[in-house]
């Protein structure tokens, strides 16, 4: 049962007698009852379809919830299960009673993170995590000794020995994951629309995308220049929206993070807020939500998550005005879980690349199961991830497709690493750039690279 220790299954949370659950904030009840227990969720559980265990699908997590709403004690194997759900939201989708998991997994975990004791081991590497990934100077910082250690030839030799993934599965996992270190590109405060301006966009940098795919959120900004939008982008003031807090746990966190970028755009006078990244979308189409109980902020945060929109949702809306130029391509499109699940987005991406002429789209099997990246999940639990990173992979690479396309820069380092270790070789693009080198008529060697 992959990685996740279950050999503790004592109470953990206070004493014996102590609930799961305090006042702020449980898992709602009213949520876990509509769970109706039909099992239509389980085929499209990754845990669920890995280990094939009750407690490890939808309809098992929500039995744990109830258990603690009614008084049981938070155990280890009781966290064990909730920190193995991928937050995919695959489960919502496949759910025909409607039961919102999403809030529920939320709820848990702020919980878990407040009232479960971590062994040491694991705070160190949970501490770590997110000392880093929410911080794009820190990241941004590491791109030097990367690069250094790919050309140095270290790497190459620590590949070579096999002794990482045994000594340091985390440390094997980050080293397999890591992209090729492109040329960093400084983004200015604002893009002027070209031709007639048909709004104002903030946009989203991010953390991982900013530091690790500068060259996406180029795209993106040269994209939704192109397309007639005066983009606002403000690099300087703007850090991590929160997403990968909120989505462990990290409530106090994300909320600091949210307020920060609410007020970093406050008085830019942007029409919508432009997101090129699945996870951060769905995040802050919530702030609403996450910021309810904040006087302060709560309608401010509302009225933000209202004009969010994700790239693709925000050129459908605009219609296209900027020439499309020929690329003679076959792209596999994956659908990043938050966009597909939590957003609800599909359509639009598949439209915008079937406008771009010459270029031909293939979808592939199981499309609704995560590829195992999942925010900081694959770094958590790298034994399953990388099980489900090579089950994507082996679909995407089965289509034959030149390029995988997707909106989520997890999801690129996660199935072009997987297939690497298949021994095939995945060139992998943005929705944004594919977009971006069809408007700017560039060769497709550009995406393939
Ligand atoms: S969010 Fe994903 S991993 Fe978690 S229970 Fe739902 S389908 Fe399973
Ligand atoms: S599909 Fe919905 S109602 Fe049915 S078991 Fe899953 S969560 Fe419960």
Known sequence: ??????????????????????GDHPPRRDLVDDCVHCGFCLPTCPTYVLWGEEMDSPRGRIHLMKQGLDGEPMTASMVSHVDSCLGCMACVTACPSGVRYDRLIEDTR????????????????RGAVFSLFPYPRRLRLLRGPLRAY??????????????????????????????????????????????????????????????????????????????????VLLPRRQGCCGALSV?????????????????????????????????????????GDLLRDDPAYAERAAAFAGGVRDLSELLAELGPVAPRHPLPLTVAY????????????????????????????????DPEICCGS?????????????????????????????????????????????????GGALAV????????????????TDLLR
């Open 247 to 287: 989505h462990n746990g990290r409530r106090a966190e994300a909320r600091r993070f949210a307020r920060a970028l609410i007020d970093a755009f406050d008085g830019a006078g942007i029409d919508r807020f432009v997101v090129n990244a699945a996870g951060c979308g769905s995040s802050l189409k919530e702030y």
């Open 150 to 231: 790919r050309a140095s030839g270290l790497r190459a030799a620590v590949r070579r020995s096999g002794l990482l993934p045994r000594l340091a599965p985390t440390l094997a996992a980050l080293d397999a994951l890591a992209p090729r270190i492109g040329h960093a590109t400084r983004l200015p405060a604002r893009i002027p629309a070209q031709g007639r301006r048909r709004a104002t966009v903030g946009m989203l940098t991010g953390c991982v995308q900013r530091a690790f795919f500068p060259e996406v959120n180029a795209a993106t900004a040269r994209v939704l220049a192109a397309e007639g939008c005066d983009v």
């Open 334 to 365: 994956h659908d990043a879980c938050h966009l597909a699940h939590a957003q609800g987005i599909r359509a639009q991406p598949r439209e915008l690349l079937r406008g771009v002429p010459g270029l031909e789209l293939r979808e592939f099997a």
């Open 110 to 125: 702020q919980q878990v993170e407040r009232r479960h004791p971590r062994p040491r081991r694991e705070r160190a590497l």
């Open 429 to 444: 693009a943005h929705t944004a750039q594919v977009l971006d080198a069809s408007i700017r008529a560039r060769p497709v």
């Open 374 to 422: 999942a925010g900081v999940w694959n770094v958590l639990h790298p034994e399953p991830a990388g099980q489900l990173g090579e089950r994507k992979a082996r679909h995407v690479l089965a289509t034959g497709a030149d390029l995988l396309v997707t909106a989520n820069p997890g999801c690129l380092m996660q199935i072009a690493a997987a297939a690497r270790r298949l």
């Open 1 to 22: 049962m992959g990685d996740v220790p279950r050999d503790v299954l004592g109470p953990v949370a206070g004493g014996p007698a102590e609930p799961a659950f305090d």
